[in-house]
């Protein structure tokens, strides 16, 4: 098989295992790899990532210009080719919609808390990239802004997107993104998440080296003024203070929201809008019920 066959077959599989675990459904999700310098071989529009073949995909130059394939390319090239313009390592880009890393990118939750080590040698954290209409311009925007200091990272109110140096590698990085958000959720839901110290976090990244782990950055020491291009990766960690574990308390029984989260949510829910003159009122739900109640008698 000639190297463009393999990497049109390995699509082909990737494609079909996304689907097979849930990341992608009809025909959500898209997949590219760097044919040469200068060409990508990339999934077609409108096709499910679970059925494909490998005389579907296209070949597109890096400015997107169709060069071959009887479909048109992926809806999303334009964030595959940003990504490949500002990074020359990356051999492969795959999107796809992990449906629990996609709950942390529609709660606005990043993956940034340091609580698995394999996570903080790997990945480092998963940030979210700002929200943007899929398939414009706005999405490289967005993506821009994390995509030289992170391998991975979650798209507000979309989905994940990652990177790597060969399709495999960028593949396997979707699975440890949804599996640390699926191991997080769990954390959550039971109410309290172990974290990390600051300590044993730099311990891990010394440990990358060893283990000839290339990362696009260091986990960064302070916090990196806002607004700019990320240079490093933003790690939650606490100081330890002799502890390598530090307990973070979510204080909830099982079921219940914490106290802490509810301030949070409460924080960031909109405020209702007092009509003029109006006052707001508060009723519990059996008050609204039965106020609906008497109001169906009245009608009869
Ligand atoms: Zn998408």
């Known amino acids: 098989m000639t190297a463009e066959g393999a990497l049109r077959a390995d699509i082909v599989e990737v494609g079909r295992r996304m ?11 898209n997949i590219s790899v760097r044919l040469g310098h200068d060409r990508l071989l990339m999934t077609p529009k409108s096709v499910c990532k679970g059925f494909m073949t490998p005389d579907m995909m296209c070949i597109t130059d890096l400015e997107g210009r169709k060069l071959q394939g009887d479909r048109d390319p992926s809806s999303e090239m334009l964030m595959h080719l940003e990504v490949y313009r500002q990074r020359q390592d990356v051999q492969a880009v795959v999107h796809a919609h992990p449906p629990i890393a996609t709950g942390f990118a529609v709660a606005g939750i990043p993956l940034t808390r340091p609580v698995l080590a394999e996570v903080l040698t790997t990945l480092g954290s998963i940030p979210i990239a700002e929200y943007a209409t899929p398939s414009t311009s706005e999405l490289p925007q967005a993506v821009r802004k994390y995509i030289k200091a ?3 990272m ?3 109110n979309h989905g994940a997107l990652t990177v790597g140096g060969d399709l495999l590698a960028a593949y396997y990085k979707m699975e440890t993104i949804e599996h640390f958000a699926k191991i997080s959720l769990v954390a959550r839901l039971l109410g309290r998440e172990n974290l990390i110290a600051r300590e044993e976090v730099a311990r891990l ?3 990358r080296g060893t283990y000839g782990i290339t990362a696009p950055a260091p986990i960064c020491e302070d916090p990196p003024p806002a607004g700019q291009d990320a240079t490093c990766q933003v790690v939650d960690a606490p100081a330890g203070g002799g502890l390598r574990l530090v307990p973070d308390l979510l204080d909830a029984p099982f079921g219940e929201v914490s106290p802490k989260l509810a301030a949070q949510v409460d924080k960031a829910a909109p405020k209702p809008m007092a009509k003029a003159g109006g006052e707001e009122i508060r009723l519990t739900y059996r008050e609204l019920s039965s106020l609906i109640e008497e109001a ?3 009608l009869r």
């Open 296 to 298: 169906i008698r009245n």
């Open 150 to 152: 992170h391998d991975g």
């Open 19 to 29: 689907y097979a675990r849930g990341y992608t459904a009809s025909n959500d999700g």
């Open 205 to 207: 990244q010394a440990l």
């Open 154 to 156: 979650l798209l507000a």
